[in-house]
Structures are given as C-alpha cells and as structure tokens.
C-alpha cells in the first residue's frame, strides 16, 4: 500500500464524518419543513445551531484532502461539476446566515425558518447530486476536464442520486433527534425515520442499480478481485436499514445510532469496493492523482496531529450540549 | 464566447467573491479579541458592566461569524472550481498549506463557537474563557495560514516544478517564504484596526443617543487606545512592505500604484489618473508637484518616480485597479491616523466623551478599515497580474476550462447574494445596536455550576 492509498482511504474518512455529522445537521433543517409544530422545530434547530460549523468544517476538510493530497482530481472533477456544487454553495450560504438569523429570535421564525429547511434540503440534494455526477464518469482528455456544463447530469442519474443524498440525511436527522429526545417529538421523528429508511433504501438499490447504464463509468462491480468487499458492505449496510427501521419507535436511541454507523460504514465499504483504484472514474485513478510524497508526508503528519486534537474538543463540545431535548411548554411571544 | 471572456468574467468573480469574504473576518478577528478583554475584566473585577459589554459584543460577533464561514467556504471550493489548471499545479503547496489551516485553524474556532455563543448556564467563567480564547486563537491562525498561502504567490519559494506542476522541496522556504513575514503582521495589524473603528463607531453612536454610557465610554476608550498604538506601528510596516516586499519582488506592482507610465517618470505625485492601458499613458491626472520626490525621501525634489512602461507590456499590471486601491488603502491610513491623534488630543484635555462632534466623525469612521482593507488586497492582488504565481505561472494559463455563461450566471447570483446579504448583516447589526446591550430584558442565563440542559432552550445568543 503506497501512501496514495493510505491518503485515499483518509479521504473516505473525512467523506464519513461529514456525512454523519453535518448529515444530520442538514436532515434536521428537511425535518423541520416536515415537522408542523414551530416549538418541536425550534428544539431541533438548536441541535444545529449548537453544532454546525464544527460538523460542516468536516466538508472543507474533505475538499482540501482532495486538494492538497489529490490535486489532479481538484482540477479536473471541481470544474466538471462546476453547476451542482455552485447551487450547493448557494444552499449552503443561506443555511448558515439562516442559522444565525434564527437565534436572533426567540421561538420559529417563520421567514427564516422557511430559508433553513429548503436551503438544507437543496444543499442536500445538490451534494448528492455532485456525488452521482463524479460516479458516473468524467470526460478526460489531457489531463483536464473535456465534458461540457450539463455532462454532470447523465440522463438524469444525478438528479436520483440528489434524492438519495435527501433521504441520507433525513435519516441521519431523524436517528440523531430520536435519540436526544423523548416523548411527542421522538414520536414524530421515529415516523418520519421510518419513512427516510424505505426511501433510502430504494435510492440506493437504484443508484447501485442504474449506474452501469448512467455514464461512462467503468466500475465493473462483478471484478472478482473487489466482489467480497462491496458484498460485505453492501450486507452491513441493508442489515443497517433493516435494523433501523425496526428501532425507530421501537428501541432506544443507543440501537438506532449504532444501525445508522452500520449504514454508513456499508456505504463506505460498498463505494470503496466499487471505486478503487479510481478516484475519477472512469479514467483518473488514485496513483495517477496524487501529489508527490513531499506533499503527502507533510499533509499526513499534519493531519495526523490535529486529527485527534479536533477529535478531543469536537466530543467535548458534544458532551457540554449532551442531554435530552426539552420541547418548551409555554408559548414564545416573538 | 471567448476565453478572455471566461478569463475576464473568472476574475471578476473571484475578486467579488474574496472581497465579501475578507470583511467579516476583518471584523470577527479583533472583535473576538475585544469580547476575550471584556470577559477577563469581568473575571477580573466581577462588575457587570463587562458582562453586558461581552454579551452585547458576542451578539454582534455571531451575525457576522456565519456569513464570514460561509463565504470562506466559497472560496475554498472556488480554487478548484474557476481555477482548476491552478488547483492542480499548486495542489501540492497551497493545498497542503490551507490543509493546515482546516486542522488548526478552522476546527479549532468552529468547535468552541458553539461553547461561546450558547454556553451561557452549560459552563463556567473559566471554560466560556477559554472558549473564547480558542475561538480567537483560531481566528489568527486563519489569518496566518492564508497569509502564508498568498505570500507563496507572490513570492514563490522552496518548490521545484516537474511538468508544470509545483512540488515542496524545503517546507521552512514554501511557509517562511520572503513576504510572508512582513505581509502577515501587516494584515493582523490590519485587522486590529479595523475591529476597532466599528467598535469605535457603535460605541459612538451611544453617545450621540445618550444611552448606556458606561458601556460606550469603554468601548470608545479601549477602540481609541488601541488605535492609538498600532496605527503608528501599521505605518512602519507598511513603508516596509512598500520597499522591502512589493519594490523588491513585484517591481511592476510599485510602478503600476503610483500611477506614473513614462521610464523617466515623474517627480509628482498622483493623485488621481485615468489610464488608458492599452496606449500606456494617462488621458489626464491630478497631481501634486514634487511630493512624489519627497515621499522618495529626497527633499531637493529631484527624484522622479518611474513609470509603468519600464514593464514589457504584456508583463503591466492594470493601472486603475492597483493605483486607486493602493491609494484608497494610503489615504484611507492617514485619514485614520489623523482621526485617532484628534481622539488622544481630546483624550488628554478630558474632553472626549462630551465632544459630540468627534462621536459623529466616529460613526462615520466605522467602515474605514474595511475600505483600507479591501484597497490593499486589490492592489497587492492585481498588481501580481499577469500573473497567478508570480513570474511561475500566468493568470490566463489557470482557468478551468468552462462556458463562459456558467461562470457569468455564477457571477451575477454571487453579487446578487452578496449584495443582500450585505443589506441583511448591516439591518441585523443596526439592530442588534437599537436593541442595545440589555436585549432580551426578562432571559437570565442559569447557574452556571449547573451542568444540566436550562428548562428552555431557546435561547438568543448574548442574552
């Protein structure tokens, strides 16, 4: 295993904790659009409040990963799906000024509450959106991007893929709210869960299923060498939808958790299994993208220092804000 | 379309996008060192005025932290997206350098802004201080990270290149490059500056309406001693830029500022031109006569400065951008050094916090240092160009390789967000400031030896 391998694999890494992290944070905001009682939404918007830089941070880590350890995959795959991450980065300026525009009020504001779900929705879907984009193949010619502005699409792969990275979330939301809450609010999300896990369930089976006719891919998922790794994700992760699905109303927040980590952690595997050695499929693997070992060393000490550091502070400001929710009883004047 | 279209339009946006960026750390830096001094004198002397200053400012700091991080973010994305060519070839270096930056910089501010912002009755004096502390800890280390980052542009070192792309080869020379020192203090000094105008300023503004007068009188006192000291320091520094970093190592960039095209150039000095780039010379300027000698330090008033077309022409910088932003940032530094002297004059006659008509020339001062601060980025920025690494690799080499349209349709939703975002940020500080430092009157925060979640959790930041 070379370092690229080992960079490529940290990468997957910082792609899991943003994924669990400001999953949630972004599901919370898709909640509250479903959710119809402005004192349960307030109660789950200030699980995002407290938290969100910190979790979205895991995304900057993730983009400049690829930057400085992959640079070949910045310059081609970032300009390739120039469209869906533009609109991400518009949903993603409105969630935040929308968070802090909601504490400058007691209780739901309305407005701005509107502006949190829809613009966490859409960071969602064009996050997903992106993602669908870059597996179903890039156009390569000379060491840059040869497609043209709608290539990203695929027939419209991206936009299933899109939909899928909503239902992601919104399950993560919903496991996350429904073990920090008790009572009508862990009710409601424990509906809603269920929900996002059929609709997960299914955007992933056809975003497995429908890739190979997508784009130019190549990813050959029958590659014998590569078959028992996604099979064993792909197992972990349906086994982790089933339990979920079962725990949410059904058993504590500790069991609902822990299939979502099962879901995640079959995800990463599955997506391992299927991508490497690529990271731009069809045609940039990860060796061919890599930065020279100067580079790579300095970025692996780096990180590797500040990771647990990070790690440390981000748990303890978990633990300060720890404890179940408490949905205020008496009616806020605004 | 053309690619001087996609070149043009890429550019456009990147200096929109960085220019709204850098505002809200040029307030969120020194401000969070202003709530850390508020909240150590109330640890200190357990008066509550200190309380409600660290509060009031926290709110403010809040609304503007957000949109600070957000358009960060932007950024972030943005090298790789309109850049891509320079994505790849500076991935090794920069990216590795704003790596750093993620790890110790951006984790550090985002995971104790949660602790500062809403810990009120989850945590004690001593954490919230600490939390603080981190948060401008974490502040700095941005500055310096980027600083670092953009120093390497300028002034290139410690790199080899194999097929175009830049490789490390001695990572003391790519940090500690030759402009990076001078360029950093320069911009964290900066910052202090500007923080403290708009705390000057709001704090004025108290005076002029007569209400929470202990609050404005330190708030004025604080903003003005601190001006008083660094802004004499700034000058210093940036004379030493002038000649020591942007003379030595971006020749063109010092002839494009002064505004000057003919070799021999001129003894005057500038203070208005208007270009025309492409004949190399001014239709008309306004000038004053031997002050450019002086400046040059020769009092006879015989040295000329020299002009642009000492530059091969496809080498010249634009003119307007790097004379007009390095003029706004120069004169925008004397107008504040002579505000903040007039400030200790009255000071020392005891005459401050009654002089009504310096608490109006405050309020308008607010957004001084943001102007300095933006004049200085276009001129240094600009004055680079042609090129994006300086004299390695040229601007028009780096862009991705898009549809003009794309980066135009980005372009516009990009100002149009930004311009309201600006108008959202300034009506929420407004009234942050209207509401004063009492807001919410009735919300008192727990205990703070108490660890569990407050009965209601809603809470208003600050209150």
Redesign the interface.
Known sequence: MTLADGWMIYLLLALTMYVVLDGYDLGIGVLTLLERNDRRR??MY?LV???W??N??W???L???I??????V??????AL??P??LM??S??????S???L?????WNPSWGTVFGWASLLAAFWQGAAFGGLLAGVAVRG????G??WSFLHNGYSMLTGLAAVALYTFAAAVWVYARSDGVLQRSVARLGRFAVVALAAGTALSWALLQTAGSTNLDAGASSRLPVWLAGAAILASGLAVAFWSLGHASGRIAVGSALAVYGGGLTLLLGLLYPRVVPPDITVHAAA??H??LV??IV??GI??PI?LT??SF?YW???????V?KEV?VQ | MSHDTLLDLSRWQWAITAMFHVTFPALTVGTSVFMAACYWMYMRTDEDVWLRMFRFWRRIFGIGFAIGVVSGIVLTFEFGLNWGPFAHDVGPIIGVIILMEVVTAFFLEAGFLGLLVFGDGRIGKRMMMFANVMVTVGTVLSVTWILVANSWMQTPAGFKRVDGQFQPVDWQHVILNPSFPLRFIHMLVAVLISASWFIGGISAWYFLKQRHLPIARRGVSIALGVLAIVLPVQGFIGDSVAFDVVGKYKAPELLAMEGNWSKKGSTSYNLLVWPDQSAAENDWHVAIPMLGSFIGKDFSGNTPTPGLKLVPSKLRPLMSPTFYGFRTMYLGYLLMFAVAMAGVILRLRGRLFSARWFHKVLLWMTPIGILAIWGGWITAETGRQPWIVNRQLLTADAVSPLHAWQVLASLVCFLAFYLALLGIYSWYVARAVRQGPDYPPEAEPQAPAQPQAPVRPGLVPGS
Request: glycine content about 10%; hydrophobic content about 55%; charged content about 15%.
């Open positions: 307030r109660s200030e409040a407290w938290m830089d910190g979205e941070s995304l900057v880590l983009a400049l990963a930057w400085s350890g992959l640079p070949l910045a310059g081609i795959a970032l300009p120039y469209i991450l533009a980065l518009f993603l300026i409105l969630r935040g000024v968070i802090e525009m504490a400058q009020y007691e209780g060491g840059s991007f040869a043209h502005p930065s020279p100067a580079a300095f970025a780096g990180a500040f990771i990070i502070y981000q400001a300060v804000f720890r404890g179940k929710l408490r205020p806020t």
